[in-house]
């Protein structure tokens, strides 16, 4: 049996590089190239009766990128598998196409082996996310949930959004009228409380929650 497969990307010698690796292999017939997401999805659209097995795309791509282009395949074809081989390894991207169902990930610096295992293990119907992929799409995760953890109590919240404000010790101490030393103790125990180094770290935070305008 032969699987028809779809290979999109915008940089012609890393195509040209894929469609000759899939040409030495008998059980995988190209069945298209394209060098952006809307003619594939056009092809698609236009082909409903047409056997596709499996599209792999990058994602920075002309007119439709591969986020996108998955997206319109899982909404249209749900049977077509596919497969992201991009150099892009952000943490929001990956968490995107996990939730819009993508079958795999692989980035474009794997081995030929990886590919061609990443390949076969999603034909099979499984998911496949290479080890690089799956650490930091579970280190965000993870930094998510412990984010989601942290609770500030009212006076913390008070005293990080002066700092945020760029008051000194003694200006917060005077507003809040707390001693200096319970500031510094106020400032300490946030720092370990939000895993920041320094100012710029509780600042950071501060303008992340909206205590402060940009």
Do not use: C, W
Request: glycine share 4%.
């Amino acid at each position: 049996m032969k699987y028809n497969l779809i290979i999109v990307d915008d940089h012609k010698m890393f195509l040209d590089g894929l469609q000759s690796i899939f040409e030495s292999m008998e059980e995988y017939n190209v069945l298209l190239t394209g060098k952006n997401g809307e003619e594939i999805l056009k092809y698609i659209e236009n082909n409903k009766d047409e056997n596709i097995d499996l599209v792999i795309t990058d994602i920075t791509m002309p007119k439709l990128n591969g986020i996108a282009l998955n997206k319109a395949i899982k909404k249209k074809r749900n049977s077509i598998k596919t497969l992201v081989v991009s150099m892009h390894t952000d943490a929001k991207m990956i968490e995107t196409l996990v939730n819009e169902d993508v079958d795999g990930y692989v980035p474009k610096n794997a081995e030929k082996e990886e590919l061609a295992k990443a390949i076969e293990i999603i034909l099979k119907g499984e998911k496949y996310f290479s080890r690089e992929i799956k650490e930091i799409y579970l280190e965000s995760k993870l930094s998510k949930r412990k984010e989601e953890e942290v609770k500030l109590t009212q006076r913390e919240i008070q005293v990080i959004t002066l700092i945020a404000k760029e008051f000194t010790t003694q200006e917060i101490a005077d507003k809040l009228f707390l001693s200096k030393h319970t500031i510094e103790s106020y400032r300490k125990n946030l720092m370990i409380k939000l895993n920041v180094r320094n100012i710029a770290g509780l600042t950071k935070y501060a303008l992340k929650k909206g205590y402060v305008d940009n």
